[in-house]
């Protein structure tokens, strides 16, 4: 067996560190070593990004890496999306249009949407469906999560505008 | 009329924000893999490469030496303990580790038990297994040959036929035939595909030696079944067995049957009295669970030349795999697959259904499927189709001239079904409106002209769900009824508890909604609970679009009972006679006097400190619900489609979907169903099928080959509703989630067949891959 | 899961020392990657051994040889290899027809036509996979094949390293080709 290795990462803010396998995926390291579960695993193949966290900004699927390929690294997963017990306007949106159903795409879909509003703060409908074109879902039929991003992209220009209301995750 | 309440209440009718959400929303879901116990260790099995062979020896000296590892169990260790087969929903046995032979690739033969996933996934690698190969049958059309491989060595008839169903009259309807002037007919075949739910199968088995109970956390759609199934099949108490269904990752009829993985991981924590836990990868959920469909149909209609349709006839090949695992009721072994006289009004019709093993995995009720409603609605809608282009005549004239009309509803099809209510007329004029059928028919002619290919395809789809009446349906012997608990607590919030288990469909909102509707209670102040089979009220689960219907129809009746006794206490309270009590949601007030009221939170506290005389205290009740009958929801789905001519892909321009569930509990949640259910016949018409090659291989065992469609693929869905409540439903709902599954992969093939009918095309198989439509128009002349 | 081969090559020997070369299985085993001969049954009949290495994924077969047509007139020869996986992960046959072909410049031609069949999980992942790594061990055998030859032929056949061709390379070759699409 290989010898384990120290794993150091910030996650959602918080520093953490563990000597792990070096061929431990770094799904398992969010899930079972730091005991995250709202990241999920769908598939084998990479296909389905229910496991989509960010690290260092970029969304990735977390199935795909080992855990000391994430060393010195910054992770965002959906447990780190509220601030300060708010909703980012992301979840607001799921719940207010109906984005998900069986609930088990929702953390790596917000994910993926967090890091596209990110890069795009007006998008199409197009621009959306792309974007979240790594994330399958069986239940939504993905209309209403286009709306959610929608209602969400609305919501922080709202806020853009008002630089008194408290600030959003950038 | 379903009266509607105050945004407050939020009764039915109401959008209402999911309660659900805000954990989901935060990644606080508790699905099965989310679960940790203390002590818990690792499962996983080892899988046969081979369609077909013999277990000449398993050695599992390799895996045992392996530090970590804690049990290996093979087939002949569950032998001794009578557990190396299990029975299935349909009266068969299945193995759940492979002792002589193996039937299907990826069948488990043992079951590996480590301290971690990783190295029992290392100790799996170890177990060394001899097989001897055997020749392969995967052609169902091959099964009944005098030559054929016999499969099923265990069973006292040796051959691969499993079942003949019939029903009709065969003599009455080939005189029809006779005499017919027109006939068309058309062979139909659904691929075997897959539900896929993003959630795969798991569980955690977790055995307390020192008290004596197993409480198995799993991805079950019906606990209170599984765990009379595991009392039966493992000799336990049922006293002892608590199945708890957490959060499921959706469901689509994956987890209804009882895999060979529950039973292992149960065995290892009895065994091992640690928790065991067992989660199957996505490529092992869908090479060896519940697939779906996989129906080789004939239809043949016998029609005068008006377009008057006088019969039906039927005969279907039904490939179920190795072994009879389907989950339908006990009396129906090809489901309700004899709803496949649809909307139509047929003077006699003939249906059988041949039933056959082959060397693939077992299965053939899933992927929301209604118990084979898919696989009619869609060879009924599809030979209608051949009929018009036979007679010349459009589609959606042929469908009107033939609905069953809505004065003759209830109506008794010749198959024996009694539809409830229904309305076609009505709903397929509202789509083809919404759709602007003229108009596109126009488009199309001039299209066809300057050779550009477009189709226009109609699916009148009439759904059968709601199981069922006593009287004919049951499950292993158990009735289909369903349940609702509902209990008052002295502030006036509730609690309510139900025999279903939602796996997406958002009953703890729309069950809340229900009570909300009865009782004037807030749906913000009922708990809604499923899934515990230490607390919740003995029910069969949810599928086959049957929770509204029977738990939402308890739920509704034990408000009721409830609703009486707040009458009397009410009455109490109020001094007054019953008689003189009006009710509205939320109270009762006196007649005339309506100052002088009770609401249904001072009804409850004083339940519980003010009670009359003589009556017992609290506020509470609980009914479990025989439906009187089915429910038959319906619509009409049309959908326009463009062909690329170079490359054989179709695109989607338009979808419209009309869907009639009766009266609407809630519509946001309803037409999120609809949305999923269209995208799931979006990617069975285009693009999903298992196959296997001449050798058993699995073609399609991961989302490689698999595919499921993104938010790219998916088009965007145009939904509108009618209204035709179900006359003998408590408040005249009838369940939707299946519906834009049955009705839409006819609707996506008839469109394309309708875009190149005028070529000379009858019928294209599903699922349409563009390589395989590019082929038919360069055939026909007509590929760029 | 069924697969058709066919490859051409040629070699600057004549053809009778490619042909004593080819209707020597022992001679031939030295240049099938990762492959030997573990025992002879008799003149037609052998066992053998190879392994198929995948990135890091190595499949051990362990199965028979046998010289099913020697036709020395017309220089054909058949082959069929059927193997197990030692592990019990699926099995592999082939039927190999070889012809040889006198060239005008004094070297041989040789036509190769294989099928084979591969039972298990590596024929889920699928076929591309299949054919990639064919061709890729294809490639390698020609390459032994030409080196070999050239050495002398009286020599006895080498107790070769029997080591699988390098694993990384494999993989990331049969990926490219996956993307390339056939050639």
């Known amino acids: 067996m290989a010898k384990k290795q120290l794993v150091r990462v910030k996650v959602n803010g918080r520093d953490r560190q563990a000597e792990v396998e070096p061929r431990l ?63 980012h306007p992301l979840q607001q949106g799921f719940k207010e249009e109906h984005g998900l159903q069986c609930g088990f795409c929702t953390p790596g879909m917000l994910m993926s949407c967090y890091a596209l509003l990110k890069n795009n703060v007006k998008p199409s409908e197009e621009d959306i469906r792309w974007g979240i074109s790594g994330n399958l879902c069986r239940c939504t039929g993905y209309q209403n999560i286009v709306r959610a991003v929608q209602f969400a992209a609305n919501k922080m220009a709202e806020a853009d505008k008002k630089p008194e209301m408290a600030e959003v995750a950038k | 009329m379903i009266l509607k309440t105050s945004p407050e209440v939020c009764g039915m009718g109401h959008s209402m924000k999911r309660k659900e959400d805000l954990r989901f929303i935060q990644g606080k879901g508790n699905y099965v893999d989310d679960i940790h116990l203390p002590g818990m260790v690792y499962g996983q099995l080892v899988r046969s490469p081979y369609a077909h062979a013999r277990i000449k020896s398993v050695n599992t000296e390799n895996a045992k030496k392996l530090p970590g590892v804690l049990a290996v169990i093979t087939g002949e260790d569950l032998a001794k303990a009578n557990l190396a087969w299990m029975p299935t929903l349909s009266y068969d046995k299945q193995m759940v580790l492979a002792t002589g032979k193996v039937l299907f690739q990826s069948q488990e033969v043992a079951f590996v038990v480590a301290e971690d996933r990783y190295t029992a996934a290392d100790a799996s690698e170890l177990v060394e297994v001899e097989y001897e190969e055997l020749p392969v049958l995967v052609d169902p059309k091959k099964a009944m040959d005098p030559d054929a ?264 099809s ?178 005339g006097a309506p100052s002088k009221a009770k609401t249904i939170q001072e009804i409850a506290f004083a339940a519980y400190t003010n009670m009359p005389p003589g009556m017992e205290p609290g506020l509470e009740a609980v009914d479990y619900y025989d439906p009187p009958n089915l429910t038959f929801p319906f619509g009409t789905y049309v959908c326009v489609v463009d062909i690329d001519n170079g490359t054989g892909e179709v695109k989607v321009r338009r979808f419209v979907a009309v869907d009639d569930c009766g009266n609407i509990i809630n519509p946001m949640i309803v037409e999120g169903q609809i949305h999923g259910g269209l995208t799931e016949g979006l990617a069975i018409a285009f693009m999903q099928q298992i196959d296997y090659d001449e050798s058993g291989n699995v073609q399609g065992g991961s989302f490689q080959d698999y595919l499921l469609p993104t938010a790219v693929e998916t088009p965007h869905w145009e939904t509108d509703k009618t209204c035709t409540p179900s006359p003998h439903h408590p408040f005249g709902a009838k369940g939707v989630g299946e519906s834009p599954n049955v009705g839409s992969p006819a609707a996506f093939v008839n469109a394309v067949v309708d875009a190149v009918a005028h070529l000379g095309v009858k019928h294209i198989d599903m699922p349409i891959a563009p390589w395989k439509l590019w082929q038919i128009l360069k055939e026909k002349g007509v590929a760029a | 899961m069924g697969q058709k081969i066919e490859k051409t090559f040629s070699v600057k020997e004549p053809l009778d020392r490619v042909w004593d070369f080819l209707s020597d299985p022992r001679k031939v085993v030295t ?146 080709g996956v993307f390339r699409g056939k050639s």
């Open chain 1, 25 to 87: 995926l770094l799904i398992h390291f969010i899930r079972e070593v730091l005991q995250l579960t709202g990241s999920h695993i769908g598939c084998d193949t990479s296909h389905c990004g229910a496991c989509t966290v960010l690290l260092n900004g970029k969304p990735v699927k977390s199935c795909t890496m080992f855990a000391v390929q994430a060393d010195e690294g910054e992770i965002i997963t959906v447990e780190g999306l509220m601030q300060a017990g708010q909703l």
């Open chain 2, 149 to 412: 491989p016999v499969l099923r060595e265990d069973r006292e008839q040796k051959n691969n036929h499993i079942f003949h169903w019939e029903v009709g009259d065969r003599k009455a309807t080939e005189d029809v035939f006779q005499k017919a002037p027109v006939k068309a007919s058309v062979h139909a075949f659904f691929p075997r595909c897959h539900p896929a739910p993003l959630e795969t199968c798991g569980c955690v088995a977790d055995f307390n030696a020192a008290t004596g109970k197993l409480t198995v956390y799993m991805t079950s759609q019906a606990p209170h079944a599984h765990r009379t199934v595991f009392a039966l099949v493992g000799g336990i108490p049922e006293q002892n067995i608590r199945v708890i269904s957490p959060d499921i990752g959706g469901g689509f009829g994956n987890k209804v049957p009882v895999y060979p993985g529950y039973v292992c991981a149960i065995v290892a924590s009895l065994t091992l009295s640690v928790p065991v836990k067992w989660i199957e990868t996505r490529s092992e959920n869908l090479q060896s669970t519940g697939f779906a469909r996989d129906y080789h149909m004939t239809a043949e209609i016998a029609a005068d030349r008006d377009g008057k349709m006088q019969a039906l006839r039927v005969k279907t090949l039904a490939d179920h795999g190795a072994f009879n695992a389907a989950a339908q009721p006990t009396k129906f072994p090809a489901g309700l697959f004899s709803i496949c006289t649809g909307s139509y009004d047929y003077s006699q019709a003939f249906c059988e259904v041949d039933g056959v093993y082959t060397n693939k995995a077992p299965g053939g009720i899933a992927y929301r499927c209604s118990f084979r409603v898919t696989e009619a609605a869609y060879l009924i809608e599809r030979v209608v189709d051949v009929l018009a282009l036979e007679l010349k005549m459009d589609p959606a004239e042929l469908r009107r001239r033939n609905f069953i009309p809505s004065s003759k509803f209830p109506y008794k």
């Open chain 3, 31 to 176: 240049c099938v990657p990762g492959a030997q001969i573990t025992e002879q049954l008799d003149d037609k009949n052998y066992k053998g051994t190879i392994s198929v290495k995948v990135g890091p994924s190595v499949t051990d077969y362990r199965g028979e040889v046998q010289i099913a047509r020697l036709d020395a007139q017309n220089h054909e020869i058949e082959i069929l290899g059927k193997g197990q996986d030692v592990r019990g992960r699926g099995s592999a046959s082939m039927k190999m027809s070889g012809k040889l072909r006198a060239l005008p410049d004094g070297g041989t031609d040789v036509t190769s036509v294989s099928e084979i069949n591969v039972v298990g999980i590596l024929a889920q992942m699928g076929g591309r996979i299949i054919t990639e790594v064919s061709n890729i061990m294809f490639a390698e055998f020609t390459k032994r094949f030409q080196e070999r030859l050239q050495q002398s032929s009286e020599a006895p056949p080498e107790t070769a390293e029997v080591e699988p061709i390098k694993a990384g390379s494999l993989a990331w070759e049969a990926a490219k």
């Open chain 2, 414 to 591: 010749c198959l024996g079904w009694t539809y409830d209510s229904g309305n076609y007329e009505a709903a397929m004029k509202l789509a083809l409106d919404k759709i602007g059928y003229a108009e596109l028919r126009k488009e199309q002619a001039e299209k066809r002209e300057k050779g550009e290919l477009m189709g226009i395809g109609i699916s009148s789809f009439t759904e059968i769900v709601g199981a069922g009446p006593a009287h004919t349906f049951d499950i292993l012997g158990i009735k289909m009824f369903d349940s609702c608990e509902i209990r008052i607590h002295p502030t006036g919030k509730a609690i309510a508890r139900m025999g279903t288990k939602s796996q997406g469909q958002g009953h703890e909102t729309t069950y809340a909604q229900i009570v909300a509707q009865e009782l004037g209670i807030p749906a913000n102040d009922v708990t809604v609970e499923e899934g515990d089979t230490d607390t919740a009220p003995y029910g069969l689960g949810t599928y086959a679009s049957r929770s509204t219907p029977t738990s939402g129809a308890a739920t509704a009746i034990a408000a009721r009972r409830i609703r009486e006794k707040a009458k009397k206490i009410a009455a109490f309270l109020l001094e007054c006679s019953e008689n003189d009590l009006e009710w509205e949601p939320g109270k009762f007030y006196v007649k």
